[in-house]
């Protein structure tokens, strides 16, 4: 892949601060730039007290792949409420999904990919909490009890601690 952009999408309240830090954190260390999205403009507010200012919405970046190697979905306690439901994100996911680009998810967000469909027959993680893992076997999943988990151009994570390896992940598979 020539492109060494990313889209990150997070909540615009309550997104998982580390999860994001973190996931930058690995991007950059492969010079991997990246656009922060969310359902809507303005500033976002993390669990821990982060502030990111959105320019762009989920909307805005319909037919961007190709100019963007991945999609990475942030989770955090917001993503239910805001990202799950979003039929926004659940188009642009697929729209990479179908492109073959990498679309990975972590903490709650990989729900975001079950309810989208493209979790059907593939292997993923999330946050391990019953009610998250029943949503990923709803979507055709098959739960994987680790903190990172790849199949094909998908990858999924549990949580913050988790957020290091997924940025790795993330970054190995662009470059």
Sequence with gaps: MTEKNVLIVIAPLDFQDEELSKTIAELEKKDISYTIISTREGLAVGMRGGKVLIDKTVSDMYHTTDTYAALIIIGGSGTPATLWNSKNLRTLATEYYEKQKIVAAI?????????????????????????????????????????????????????????????????????
């Design 107 to 175: 903490c709650l967000a990989p729900v975001v990919l079950a309810r989208a469909g493209i979790l059907q027959g593939k292997n993923a993680t999330v946050f391990n909490d019953d009610s998250f893992i029943a949503e990923l076997k709803t979507g055709g999943a098959t739960y994987v009890s680790s903190p990172i988990v790849v199949d094909g151009t998908i990858i999924t994570g549990n949580g913050p601690s988790a957020a290091p390896a997924f940025g790795e992940k993330i970054a190995k598979a662009i470059t």
